[in-house]
């Protein structure tokens, strides 16, 4: 299942007068306003978002998966939806694989599927949170962090086999996010867990290839709800820095307790040159795997008026590797990375148009009222035409969403694979 080019022009042209009056009008307001539209524009379309392959299935709760149809059951059909979705809003030049669930059986076949269709191997993500059929070891009381040298090395030398993986795909970087925690107190040893984390990761590291970098996730609870081993941005910085320069941090959106500022953590790992990688999603209470900008959109503004100073005033801060980390449960996962796409493009666009130096300027007046004015200005601005006319240029559909359901890619994809399929992993 592809799309065509012609299939995006036919779409695009019941589109063209309503996008060209509405983005002729913005590029007017923003020129008056000394914004370089052109400039604005390449750089939204520059920007690339990797798709997990954990998400192009229905995901779950522990209550239940209701199907969506159509999904894919194999690695290549997952490709494949990648492709749908990129070749649709042009964003979403790459894949991030998750191994076990995803080891390629044919590496010159997938290599070669992804390629046709534009699309690159973003960072490999390792698992250790589940055990798997026929492992020695279980991982049921921590993988990295574990009590038991023993499965301490089957975890370690599982993060190995995965950057070997990658390294045959063309990734350039290992994501590792642990469930290691406890979920009572007394139950672990906090400092020989992290002690024995630490070691775990450093020994991963000593495999890493020189032009790789290793991406270390925190999480504040769940699986386990008393206490995780890497509870916060401050614990993955501290292991970051033990493990050395090829080392960051990562931030996961959903990762985070309530109302917690996330915009200041990507500020300070930025300014530190820690940052290493950004997974969006959007949720209420959790890791509740939202869409992104559904519930949060202003946040994610804010958050991105940060990454983007860092993105100007950080050089010690490499380019950052952008995915989303979501995993539906009853929209149509595709609709929903197209959506989430959109937000992230939005929020992205916004930031790029707050007037870094008026603002600059507010703050050292400590004028708070402009400064807030300032900020919701360019939130408030319509950027929609603008990111438009950026997957116009790269040939992409003006409406990818209307375009996916006029193609009725869902139906042709049940056509296609069935009804009850299940992604790998799910
Ligand atoms: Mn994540």
Redesign the pocket.
Known sequence: MKISKDQIAESNQKEQNNHRVQFEFLEDQLSRKNVHVAELIQKLADFQVAIPSWALGAGGTRFGRFSYYGEPSNLTQKIEDVGIIHMLTRTAGAISLHIPWDVPEDYTAVKELARSLDLKFDAVNSNTFQDQKGSRESYKFGSLSNVSQAVREQAIAHNKEVIGIGEKLGSKSLTV?LADGSSFPGQNNFQTALHHTENSLKEIYKSLPIDWKMFI?YKPYEPNFYSTVIQDWGTSFMLANACGEKAYSLV?LG?HLPNTNIEQIVSTLMWKGKLGGF?FNDSKFGDDDLTVGSIKPYALFLIFNELVYGMENNPQNPDLAWMI?ASHNIKDPIEDLIQSLEAIQEAYAKALLVDQVALKLAQQENDVTQCQEILQGAYRTDVRSLIQMARVQKGGAIHPLKAYRELAIRKKLIEERGKHTIATGL
């Open positions: 996010w996730e996961d990762h997974h980390d």
